[in-house]
């Protein structure tokens, strides 16, 4: 529910936005450091500048390529390099406990690419399937896997095998489970013919938004109208992905991520698997990157206290909507 202060700050914008258009306005650039490289799981920034979406709302996208070379976006964003960054909830929320002052306004994934992967001979549909099976975790993610217990009130029976980036370990018969992302190794096996069951953290209990946008506080603070404009665009480019993942995958292709040699069919799958973790019920109600605040108060705070993170700021503190709201008026 809307309260005082949020309409109070949407009238602001809303001056503000009067302000910041107009035909003699020179273009305002915004800098995101993406947490990932310029292929299509970032088609939305590709889709908006391709189609004029940002430039219609006076704004120049400069977006900056992530990936696994990349050491932290949030420091990237703390060293004002980039106006905006884009990462998971937890690591906002860990750099926050670390002393930053981030505030998160919207949200990318609705739902947790991060899932379980099994073969249909031994398949694992819930945590209890879990109890114990040998699960295949990289680097850090045996955490996750304790949590999706605890939040399901289970022991962490399960045997622990370290695995790398490929699903070899479970086709080897090496573990029962693998950890994954949805947009990644189970496209590897459907590439091969392999037939795969795939459970997200989500469906196991483990509940959070990815690929959240955050900014500083005093970034928020005195570009609020940028921000509105930004989202807005953003926000028709995302939604355009989803009606049209061939052309999000072509633009990452041919021109964002021209230099990465990416293969366009791979792309085009990629494209088609992220529009469920894109789109659920508060999108459909509210629009693209919706973040909800009960949400978070709730089964997103409950998971992340299962992981041991105990001492969460208020919710009104790190996540502002108003942004959202905002960008929702035309």
């Not at 998971?88 to 690419?113: H, M, S, T, W």
């Not at 508060?282 to 992340?304: C, F, N, Q």
Request: charged residues 20%; aromatic residues 8%.
């Amino acid at each position: 529910m809307m309260r005082r202060g949020d309409l109070l700050r949407g009238a602001a914008a809303a001056a503000g936005l009067a302000a910041f258009a107009g035909p003699a306005s020179a273009a305002t650039m915004v800098t995101t450091q993406l947490q990932w490289i310029k292929d299509v799981q970032n088609a939305g920034w590709w889709v908006a500048d391709a189609n004029g979406y940002f430039r219609s709302e006076g704004i120049e996208s400069n977006a900056l390529a992530g990936g696994p070379n990349l050491a932290s976006v949030e420091a990237v964003v703390a060293a004002g390099r980039a106006d905006i960054g884009m990462d998971q909830f937890e690591r906002v929320i860990d750099a926050n406990a670390a002393g930053a002052d981030f505030v998160i306004f919207a949200a990318l994934y609705q739902k947790n690419p991060a899932a379980l992967l099994s073969l249909p001979a031994h398949p694992v549909r819930t945590a209890r399937d879990l109890l114990g099976k040998r699960v295949g975790v990289q680097q850090g993610g045996k955490v996750y896997i304790d949590a999706i217990m605890a939040v399901n009130h289970l022991p962490p029976n399960y045997t622990e095998v370290v695995v790398g980036a490929t699903p070899d370990p479970l086709l080897q018969g090496a573990c029962d489970a693998y950890v994954c992302f949805v947009t990644n190794q189970p496209l590897q096996l459907a590439e091969r013919g392999i037939a795969s069951v795939v459970a997200t953290f989500d469906d196991l209990g483990y509940a959070t938004y990815t690929d959240c946008l955050f900014c500083t506080r005093d970034y928020l603070k005195a570009n609020r109208a940028t921000l509105v404009h930004y989202t807005r665009a953003l926000r028709r480019g995302w939604l355009e992905s989803t009606r049209d993942p061939a052309l999000a995958a072509h633009l990452a292709v041919s021109k964002y991520g021209v230099e990465l040699g990416l293969d366009e069919r791979k792309e085009l799958a990629t494209s088609r698997a992220q529009i469920p973790l894109l789109i659920g019920p508060e999108t459909r109600a509210h629009g693209m990157l919706w973040i909800d605040k009960v949400r978070v108060a709730g089964p997103i705070y409950a998971s992340l206290r299962a992981t041991g993170r105990t001492a969460l700021p208020p919710v009104d503190r790190l996540v502002d909507t108003s942004i959202l709201s905002a960008a929702s008026r035309a």
